[in-house]
């Protein structure tokens, strides 16, 4: 019996050697979600008085960080990056670095409001965690725990996948898009710019992907975690708002009633101030450049002028 089991745990640990070598050693397809190393950096070593927003690739791609600081006076950092790794992601990978004076901007895409979004997606979870390590402080919970492993199999399956790729010599077919995902992109405050110069991405298939999930459950955990992070960074001597995302003025037209739900429901529930409403974010189709959530240059900037309207009105 005896033999029995260490040969079960010496399959199963070379099985996990295995997996982790693989997982670290073949390199991401690209280095876009690396910008997290930078924008932790920025967190890090911008002096106060600070202005921080907070929430998915909308931010990245929709933000003039210096605009805002040249209007408002205070330094301003953009962690907006990957939508997909969750509300509880993005909250807590700036809650340890909250400074008195801090204002804190939250700006998250409706998806986070529904299904189990606000938990993010477990393999990019696990796949941020292996560019930044101190990520994985971010787990709070057994579920959490479980999901990731689950996440970390599916993140396996995709580097062997890759791994195929490699031996075979499968090149994907180079895109437009290749030369704007990527680290180099930002800029000094943390805002995507290498979309800037770029024509609109829009004309092709998967422009509509990523339609607000409305059809699905608001689930109230996305209300708890933001009372939670409010309730911190009080503790701490800063400020949280909430403005909600720029989107395509024909999308939140079909899904309109829901989001007035949405609103009246959070206007109830959070403890904290919300400083406009979602109609305010809406813009025309021709200002986004590849997705309902990104915006091109001159929608960036359209948006971050009502951004600075509307910090400006509790700064003075």
């Known amino acids: 019996m005896r033999r029995v089991l260490l040969k079960v745990l010496f399959l199963a640990t070379s099985t996990l050697g295995t997996s982790l070598i693989l997982v670290f050693s073949i390199p991401d397809r690209n280095d876009y979600t690396h910008a997290i190393i930078d924008k932790h950096r920025l967190l890090d070593t911008t002096s106060t008085p600070r202005i921080i927003f907070a929430g998915g690739s909308g ?6 960080s210096q605009l805002i600081q040249d209007s408002l006076g205070r330094n301003v950092i ?7 790794s969750g509300l509880r992601f993005h909250l807590e990978q700036i809650r340890p670095s909250l400074q008195p004076t801090d204002i804190v901007v939250l700006i998250p895409e409706y998806v986070y409001y529904y299904g189990a979004n606000p938990e993010g997606n477990a393999s990019v979870i696990v796949a941020m965690a292996k560019i930044y390590p101190r990520s994985i402080s ?3 919970s057994i579920p959490e725990v479980v999901t990731l492993l689950g996440g970390s199999a599916r993140l396996l399956q995709s580097k062997c996948t890759q791994l195929e790729e490699m031996i075979l010599h499968i090149e994907p077919k180079p895109t437009i898009i290749d030369s704007v995902y990527v680290r180099n992109g930002f800029n000094d405050h943390g805002d995507l710019i290498s979309h ?3 024509p609109p991405y829009h004309r092709y298939k998967g422009f509509y992907r990523g339609q607000p999930e409305t059809q699905k459950t608001m689930n109230p955990l996305a209300i708890e975690l933001l009372n939670d992070f409010a309730l911190s960074a009080k503790e701490h001597g800063a400020r949280v708002y909430l403005l909600y995302p720029a989107i395509i003025d024909s999308i939140y037209a079909v899904h309109e009633e829901t989001i007035r739900q949405l609103d009246k429901y959070m206007r109830d529930k959070l403890n904290f101030e919300i400083l406009c409403s979602p109609s305010e974010y809406t813009f025309p189709g021709k200002y986004f450049f590849d997705s309902i959530y990104h915006l091109n240059g001159p929608g960036r900037h359209l948006r971050t002028l009502k951004v600075i309207a509307h910090l400006r009105r509790k700064l003075s």
């Not at 931010?59 to 003039?64: I, P, Q, S, T």
């Not at 953009?78 to 997909?84: A, E, F, K, R």
């Open 59 to 64: 931010l990245a791609f929709g933000l003039d």
């Open 78 to 84: 953009n962690m907006g990056l990957h939508g997909p």
């Open 138 to 140: 971010y787990i709070k």
């Open 196 to 198: 800037l110069n770029v």
